[in-house]
């Protein structure tokens, strides 16, 4: 996993759990360095282990979601403004940058914060979860995010599973293709993120806090 750093989106790290999702990203930057970690807390938390040591100074969990705030839809991109999960405190993200990349190149995101369960969210534990400041749910970003020790870390999802649909895998079918096609066509601006938080940084490429 060790590779040379570069200054710019060579120093960017894509963090993607599904194979699918890291398939997208690929195709839609296929100069990004992407690693399938997994899907679920157990391989989420094995992979942030091994990246602690990957020399990316940028980090990026990206890939699909579901949603828990109602005026969520399938097909919407969502900039994670923090990540909670349940006995740990809450973890930063660099969200503000991260969504004037996206709408640079036409993709509306919004922002919430993300929760990360250990299990699919249904019915209602939506409302519950919302209520208590919950934008999206999945199952991987918080325990990625231990990767990070002080470096920048922004998470963007898509979400293909929202409030008040019933369960019809048809639907959810097209949606998750829907919402991988758009995954791929916003990957190149997860470059352009890290090379304006380089620029960002004077040039210079940011310490390694904790290390």
């Known amino acids: 996993m060790k590779r040379t750093v570069k200054e710019g989106a060579g120093a960017l790290t894509v963090m993607a759990p599904l194979r699918l999702e890291a398939r997208s990203i690929r195709k839609g930057a296929p100069g990004i360095h992407v690693v399938r970690t997994g899907m679920g807390p157990a391989r989420s938390s094995r992979a942030a282990r091994r ?4 020399p990316a100074h940028f980090l990026v969990v990206a890939g699909l ?3 828990v705030d109602p005026s969520l839809a399938a097909g919407d991109v969502v900039v994670a403004s923090e990540l909670r999960r349940v006995g740990a405190p809450p973890h930063p993200t660099e969200s503000a940058r991260m969504c004037r990349v ?3 190149r036409g993709i509306r995101a919004r922002l919430g914060c993300a929760l990360s369960v250990d299990h699919l969210v249904r019915g209602a534990e939506r409302r519950v979860l919302h209520a208590e400041g919950a934008a999206i749910v999945d199952m991987e970003s918080a325990w990625l995010a231990e990767a990070a020790i002080g470096r920048p870390l922004s998470v963007v999802r898509v979400v293909v599973d ?4 019933g369960f019809h895998p048809l639907s959810i079918l097209r949606d998750g293709w829907r919402a991988l096609a758009l ?4 990957a190149p601006a997860l470059e352009s993120w890290a090379s304006l938080a380089c620029d960002g940084a004077g ?3 940011p310490s390694r806090l904790g290390r």
């Open 65 to 67: 979601c579901g949603a």
């Open 162 to 165: 929202a409030p008040g649909r």
């Open 203 to 205: 040039g210079g490429l």
């Open 183 to 186: 995954l791929r066509k916003l």
């Open 51 to 54: 990246l602690r040591d990957d």
């Open 102 to 104: 996206l709408e640079a």
